[in-house]
């Protein structure tokens, strides 16, 4: 990422589990007690996604938020559907994709950007058993070809 990022979460599965075609960085709406949550690092992207509702508007699903716990019993849901802001045309865009060619949208990395909460989404395809096995593979064979070039360069 670039300067003035702050990552704060990332979805290591989504890069296991799913083929990502296209990446989008898009806004993010957030309480004050979230804010504050996700900027202490308190947040997970463990088994979210996002999805177009009936209003046209993008939503995550399933993202963790711990409380904050200086807000009191006035904080927030920690499981809440969040509203991301993206141009109407990406919207529609990335909705008709998924709805009609079987993608999914899947968020990749929860971020500060100058300040604003920022969340990497990912257009992808889910991967079957044979084709995670098969990442697998490739990528021990690269850390096998990377610890032998290591070896004969010392």
């Known amino acids: 990422m670039a300067e003035g990022v702050e990552i704060v979460a990332r979805n290591k599965k989504a890069q296991f589990e799913y083929d990502i075609e296209e990446t989008l960085e898009a806004g993010l709406v957030l309480e004050g007690s ?8 308190k947040a997970s992207l463990d088994g979210a996604y996002c999805q177009v509702d009936r209003n046209g508007e993008m939503k995550i699903h399933g993202m963790y938020i711990k409380p904050y716990e200086e807000a009191g019993p006035f904080g927030h849901e920690p499981r809440r559907n969040r509203k991301l802001l993206l141009h109407d045309r990406q919207i529609q865009k990335w909705g008709q994709r998924a709805e009609r060619e079987g993608y999914t949208i899947v968020p990749l990395a929860l971020y500060f950007r100058d300040g604003w909460a920022k969340l990497k989404i ?24 990377e610890q032998q070039q290591s070896d004969y360069n010392f």
């Not at 979230?34 to 690092?41: A, D, L, N, P, T």
């Not at 990912?122 to 070809?145: F, N, S, T, V, Y």
């Open 34 to 41: 979230e804010v504050k949550s996700v900027r202490q690092e």
């Open 122 to 145: 990912g257009l992808a395809k889910g991967r079957q058993k044979h084709d995670k096995r098969q990442a697998i593979k490739e990528r021990e064979m690269e850390r096998r070809m």
